[in-house]
């Protein structure tokens, strides 16, 4: 962990690099529209990206609407859903949530967060996913990778999820913070990893407040 947070400059700048690498960053989630994106945030849990996607293309390949996912059932979804870990409970919620949305909402997702997080399955992160990705609202997911790149690099050091989720709203410049959510997941993710972090190739090396940096011959 970080010992000294990042300065209001070096947080411009770190931003500023992410940014030019990837000017549009995008979940690596598939979805076809904000339903179907909540689905898979809801299936996501303690499962990779590449397994959520492969399960979801037959899922809504044979239902992708609150009211045919409900139809669907349990036993249903399970048919394309069974190599996700948790696959009983996820089911179950993702055929309590279609219900929902389909019988008090017409079908539509909500945009409020409160709704949202009173559907089956759905917590502060899932919404803020859904918030930020289908609804464009300046919102940040706190997951293992994002807590990690903001705890090592200095740029928002906290003890809980919602720590570092709060000193992030707080922090981020207002310029980035539509795209910060997935610049800094896709960083942690892919150069900022959990066992040896990508130093050597890391754009923010030099701004990082990580004392213990892998070497160029270790990377």
């Known amino acids: 962990m970080a010992r000294t947070k990042l300065k209001k400059a070096e947080i411009e700048q770190l931003f500023a690099r992410l940014a030019a690498a990837l000017p549009e960053p995008k979940t690596e989630l598939e979805y076809r529209d904000p339903f179907t994106l909540l689905v898979a945030v809801v299936l996501s849990a303690q499962s990779t990206d590449v397994g959520v ?3 979801t293309r037959s899922l809504f390949a044979e239902a992708d609407t609150p009211a045919a996912l409900a139809a ?3 036993a249903g979804v399970k048919r394309h859903i069974k190599t996700l870990g948790l696959f009983n409970s ?4 993702v055929v309590e949530l ?3 949305i389909a019988e008090d909402y017409g079908g539509a997702l909500p945009r409020d967060r409160a709704a949202l997080e009173k559907l089956p399955g759905v917590g502060r992160k899932t919404a803020n996913v859904v918030l930020n990705t289908a609804f464009g609202e300046p919102t940040i997911a706190v997951d293992t990778h994002i807590f990690r790149v903001a705890n090592r690099t200095g740029l928002a050091p906290g003890k809980t999820v919602r720590e570092v989720e709060d000193e992030l709203t707080r922090i981020v410049p207002k310029a ?3 795209d910060a959510h997935h ?6 993710r892919y150069t900022c990893k959990a066992r040896k972090p990508d130093c050597p190739a ?3 090396a030099d701004l990082c407040r990580f004392e213990e940096k892998t070497p160029a011959t270790e990377a």
Do not use: D, P, Q, Y
Not at 90 to 93: I, P, S
């Open 98 to 100: 279609s219900r929902v």
């Open 183 to 188: 610049w800094l997941i896709l960083h942690g």
């Open 202 to 204: 890391c754009r923010i």
């Open 176 to 178: 980035f913070a539509r």
């Open 90 to 93: 996820k089911a179950r919620n």
């Open 53 to 55: 996607n492969k399960a």
């Open 72 to 74: 669907l059932g349990e």
